[in-house]
Every structure is written in C-alpha cells, then in structure tokens.
C-alpha cells in the first residue's frame, strides 16, 4: 500500500498565506471588485464600492499585496490597485487541497 503524504510544508505554507489573506469578507470583497472591475483602481473609488473606511481598505490592500493577490501602482502621489491574475489563477480551491485532489505546483506569483 502506497504511503500518503501530507503537501511538503512550503507548500501548505504558501497556501497558508493565501487562506489567511482571504479569511476575511472585507478582502475577498476587495479581490472580487479588482477581479470584476479588470482595471486599476484608487483607494477612494475602493472605499466607495466596500463602504468602509479609508484606513481599514487600506490595511486590507497590505495584506492581499503581501500574498500578491493585489498588484500596486504608483502614480504620482496616488496609488493604483489592481488583481494580479497570474497569482489568483493559480489560487488552489480549499476543496480540491483537503479532498486530495493533486494541488498544482506552488506558484511564484510576482508581477510582470
């Protein structure tokens, strides 16, 4: 009988991350309006779609470009988010990692 083995832990590391930057409604709200807008938007026109403060969108927006789910731009003084498609593409569904589904290769998900 074959031996079965848990992902290697950089793996379940990384998807970790990604699970933790996800763990809250404000951020997949964040992710899904980048996703569904598919544009570069500015802070203030994020804080009008989610309804919640500045500061807090803007905490939030550390977090998801942490994992790099949220590219940034800068533009002057302003700053430009937007949803790095390379890396959510890649984002593994909980269902498919905990079923023993194969997980796909850990992504390097960087800009560009």
Request: with cysteine.
């Amino acid at each position: 009988m074959d031996k079965i083995e848990p992902l290697d832990r950089p793996t379940a590391e990384e998807y970790a991350s990604w699970f933790k930057a996800l763990a809250d409604a404000t951020r997949i709200q964040i992710v899904s309006l980048l996703a569904r807008t598919a544009r570069p938007m500015s802070v203030g026109e994020i804080v009008d779609a989610v309804h919640v403060g500045q500061s807090t969108v803007s905490a939030h927006l550390k977090v998801l470009s942490e994992v790099r789910f949220v590219l940034v731009e800068r533009r002057g003084t302003s700053a430009y988010y937007e949803v790095n498609k390379a890396c959510v593409s890649c984002f593994p569904t909980a269902a498919d990692v905990v079923m023993g589904q194969p997980a796909p290769e850990p992504p390097t998900c960087r800009p560009g």
